[in-house]
Protein backbone atom coordinates (compact mmCIF):
# COMPACT_ATOMS: atom_id res chain seq x y z
CA UNK A 1 0.00 0.00 0.00
CA UNK A 2 1.40 2.99 -0.97
CA UNK A 3 0.72 6.25 1.16
CA UNK A 4 1.14 9.77 -0.48
CA UNK A 5 3.89 12.15 1.62
CA UNK A 6 2.32 14.88 3.23
CA UNK A 7 2.95 18.41 2.74
CA UNK A 8 2.34 21.73 3.56
CA UNK A 9 1.64 24.67 2.15
CA UNK A 10 3.88 27.89 2.72
CA UNK A 11 1.66 30.10 2.17
CA UNK A 12 -1.50 29.30 4.49
CA UNK A 13 0.55 25.98 7.00
CA UNK A 14 -2.48 23.68 5.60
CA UNK A 15 -1.43 20.07 4.90
CA UNK A 16 -2.12 18.11 1.88
CA UNK A 17 -0.77 14.80 -0.26
CA UNK A 18 -1.33 16.91 -3.05
CA UNK A 19 1.09 19.11 -5.08
CA UNK A 20 -1.33 21.87 -4.97
CA UNK A 21 -2.39 23.47 -1.77
CA UNK A 22 -5.97 22.55 -1.34
CA UNK A 23 -7.20 25.55 0.47
CA UNK A 24 -5.04 28.96 -1.20
CA UNK A 25 -4.08 26.89 -4.13
CA UNK A 26 -0.40 27.65 -3.96
CA UNK A 27 2.47 25.11 -5.18
CA UNK A 28 4.57 26.68 -2.80
CA UNK A 29 3.98 23.18 -0.37
CA UNK A 30 6.90 21.94 1.84
CA UNK A 31 7.53 17.90 2.56
CA UNK A 32 9.73 19.75 5.70
CA UNK A 33 7.52 20.85 7.86
CA UNK A 34 7.46 20.23 11.56
CA UNK A 35 4.39 19.67 13.68
CA UNK A 36 0.91 20.23 13.01
CA UNK A 37 -2.54 20.84 14.64
CA UNK A 38 -5.99 19.50 13.53
CA UNK A 39 -8.52 22.73 13.97
CA UNK A 40 -11.74 21.59 13.94
CA UNK A 41 -14.21 23.73 14.92
CA UNK A 42 -11.77 27.51 13.29
CA UNK A 43 -14.17 29.80 15.43
CA UNK A 44 -13.54 28.41 18.85
CA UNK A 45 -10.38 27.30 18.83
CA UNK A 46 -7.50 29.24 19.91
CA UNK A 47 -4.63 28.24 18.05
CA UNK A 48 -6.75 28.32 15.01
CA UNK A 49 -7.69 32.23 16.07
CA UNK A 50 -3.77 32.79 16.22
CA UNK A 51 -2.44 31.41 13.21
CA UNK A 52 -5.70 33.02 11.24
CA UNK A 53 -6.83 29.81 10.31
CA UNK A 54 -10.55 30.03 9.06
CA UNK A 55 -11.49 26.74 8.09
CA UNK A 56 -11.17 23.10 9.66
CA UNK A 57 -8.60 21.19 8.52
CA UNK A 58 -4.75 19.99 9.30
CA UNK A 59 -2.26 22.20 9.66
CA UNK A 60 1.57 22.42 9.84
CA UNK A 61 3.36 24.60 12.69
CA UNK A 62 6.63 25.40 11.28
CA UNK A 63 6.87 24.96 7.52
CA UNK A 64 10.69 25.50 6.35
ZN1 LIG B 1 -2.18 27.19 1.19
Do not use: F, W
Not at 12 to 37: A, P, R
Amino acid sequence: MSRKKEKACRECHSITTEDECQVCHSNDVSTDYLGYVIVMDPETSIIARKMQIDRAGKYALKVR
